[in-house]
Nanobody, 117 residues
Framework: QVQLVESGGGLVQAGGSLRLSCAASRTISSAYVMGWYRQAPGKQRELVATITSIGNTNYATSVKGRFTISRDNAKNTVYLQMNSLKPEDTAVYYC???????????WGKGTQVTVSS
């Protein structure tokens, strides 16, 4: 098992930036694909970005070019750098770790991001 704790959310004006962090309770170096998801009020949870153990990344079309996912395996931490934020980015952002061998998903409790217009 792994516990995931997000931080870095907050209130920001449109056009601003935030960096989210996700700290894992154990090593994530090669065993997990890590990702960020978000859920806005009244909407389903959606994929934002994922990153493999060797750094291959995948992004939702809506954030491509504005958000960057990265991981520091030595620190067991995953980051989401969010630039040029828009009001429609407002959501609770969740860190996800998918164990490669088992396919089991682990989730953090989420961090609120609010972008004002």
């Amino acid at each position: 098992q792994v516990q995931l704790v997000e931080s870095g959310g907050g209130l920001v004006q449109a056009g601003g930036s935030l960096r989210l962090s996700c700290a894992a309770s154990r090593t994530i170096s090669s065993a997990y694909v890590m990702g960020w998801y978000r859920q806005a009020p009244g909407k389903q949870r959606e994929l934002v970005a994922t990153i493999t153990s060797i750094g291959n990344t995948n992004y939702a079309t809506s954030v491509k070019g504005r958000f960057t996912i990265s991981r520091d395996n030595a620190k067991n931490t995953v980051y989401l750098q969010m630039n040029s934020l828009k009001p429609e980015d407002t959501a609770v952002y969740y860190c996800n770790g998918r164990q490669i061998l088992s396919g089991i998903d682990y989730w953090g409790k989420g961090t609120q991001v609010t972008v004002s217009s």
